[in-house]
């Protein structure tokens, strides 16, 4: 059948799933994450669009992972839930419509805004870090979630990414709700610029900013996610 445009041979021509041999995680579309499951893998709840194969879900433990981590998570209040997938076929997971980016890591270390790990392996140690200072500034907080080891992690951002160097004696100061991610060897701090305030109008009247210093390097995007006040 000669294909036309516009007509549903040629749709499912430029759509249909195809196997990119590239391993546990591959990207079958910018925004679409593919998961070749053979065992398990740790999802963030509510981010599966469909499956195939033999594949049981189940959200995360109350104290599956400590009781350390179910009080931090009980302090955040929203981004960090988990779901665990065990068994084997193709999962598909995003994210609102997000950028999905695959991670490598090999005995590395990155941070990730809570909101924006959308996959990992359970090979990967993972903690989550709570901004203290800013917790009464910005509406449910800022946390990110550290994490470690060998093994693959997928993140999604808002549109196309910027990776930012941070050397020696030149800092890197970002807006909190446009910040994904950064490198182990980084601890941001906190700090406000008031005069700022008549032109951003958040509620706390100052402009809150994260400052990156020493070597690594910040991942942003062009956008600020609006972070909801726990149970909104």
């Known amino acids: 059948m000669k294909l036309t445009k516009y007509s549903i041979e040629e749709f499912l021509k430029q759509t249909e799933q195809e196997d990119k041999g590239q391993g546990l995680f591959e990207l ?17 709840a509510g981010s599966m669009v469909a499956y195939e194969g033999k594949i049981k ?6 104290l ?12 955040t209040g929203e ?8 068994g084997r076929g193709k999962l598909y997971l995003a994210d609102a419509g997000k950028k999905v980016i695959i991670l490598h ?16 392996e359970p090979s990967i140690k993972w903690d989550i ?30 549109y196309e990414p910027l990776t930012l160097r941070v050397t020696p004696g030149k800092p890197i100061i970002t807006d909190p709700n446009a910040t994904v991610a950064w490198s182990g060897t ?12 008549t032109f951003l109008g ?31």
Not at 186 to 197: A, M, R, V, Y
């Open 28 to 44: 079958e579309t910018p925004r679409m994450l593919e998961v070749n499951l053979e065992e398990q893998v740790w999802a963030k």
């Open 57 to 62: 879900f189940e959200r995360e433990g109350l």
């Open 64 to 75: 599956e992972h400590g009781l350390g981590k179910t009080f931090k998570k009980a302090l």
């Open 79 to 86: 981004g960090a839930s988990l779901m665990k997938a065990t």
């Open 105 to 120: 890591l090999q005995n590395d270390v990155i941070f990730v805004n809570g909101n924006d790990l959308l996959a990992f």
């Open 129 to 158: 870090k709570l901004m203290k200072r800013v917790a009464g500034m910005m509406a449910g907080g800022l946390f990110n979630v550290r994490c470690e080891g060998a093994g693959m992690i997928a993140i999604t951002t808002h």
């Open 186 to 197: 980084l601890e941001p701090k906190i700090q406000t610029d008031i005069s700022f305030k």
């Open 202 to 232: 958040r509620g706390s009247g100052e402009s809150i900013q994260m400052k990156f210093e020493g070597e690594g390097f910040v991942v942003v995007q062009p956008y600020e996610e609006v972070r909801m006040n726990p149970g909104q």
